[in-house]
């Protein structure tokens, strides 16, 4: 697959381990005849060690050889969380501090949650690109403020904070983006 090709969440073979682009920034040719530069952002799956890459855009990089498998998240304890696939039943189980970022936003009842399995072994989950969750505390919205777009602290079911509009208020489903952690919308 070529450099120009790559967007986040695509899973590639970089030095034969399975890399996960989390990041890309595109640097373009400063005089003629130079190549535009994509500088990519991974991580290691079997090490969690971040690794940039630097390519130009005609070189590329392959595809990682796994599984996706549909799971749902059953529960975490101080040390792991675990996952069962939809499919077949398997359970998985991964190092609590491997998601905790994902942890921020699962739920019980979370649909289109991916396991990724590489030779065999469950290596990290692949969340939705938007989730849904209940705001369980923020501060009272204040009338006569809403002539701007101000923001407010809410903290969700899930202990995330995310910077919210004025007018919503405990108890309302709210759309979080999973990749940056932003409000997006109602639910």
Do not use: W
């Amino acid at each position: 697959m070529l450099a120009k090709e790559l967007k986040p969440g695509f899973v590639v073979n970089y030095s034969d381990a399975p890399h996960m682009i989390e990041s890309v920034t595109v640097q373009s040719p400063s005089a003629r005849g130079s190549a535009t530069l994509y500088k990519f952002r991974a991580r290691n799956l079997l090490t969690k060690q971040k690794t940039d890459i630097t390519l130009k855009g005609t070189d590329g990089l392959d595809e990682a050889d796994f599984l996706r498998r549909e799971v749902t998240f059953m529960y975490a304890d101080n040390d792991e969380a675990h996952f069962l696939d939809s499919g077949d039943y398997n359970q998985y189980t991964l190092a609590r501090p491997d998601v905790a970022n994902e942890l921020q936003y699962i739920t019980e009842d979370l649909q289109g949650m991916l396991a990724m399995i590489y030779n065999g072994q469950c290596v990290g989950v692949q969340l939705p690109t938007a989730v849904d969750l209940k705001i369980t505390q923020c501060d009272p919205a204040v009338k006569g403020n809403s002539a701007t777009a101000r923001t407010k602290p809410a903290t969700l079911e899930t202990g995330l904070l995310v910077y919210v509009p004025e007018y919503l208020k405990e108890g309302e489903m709210i759309r979080v983006d999973t990749r940056s952690g932003e409000f997006l919308a109602r639910a």
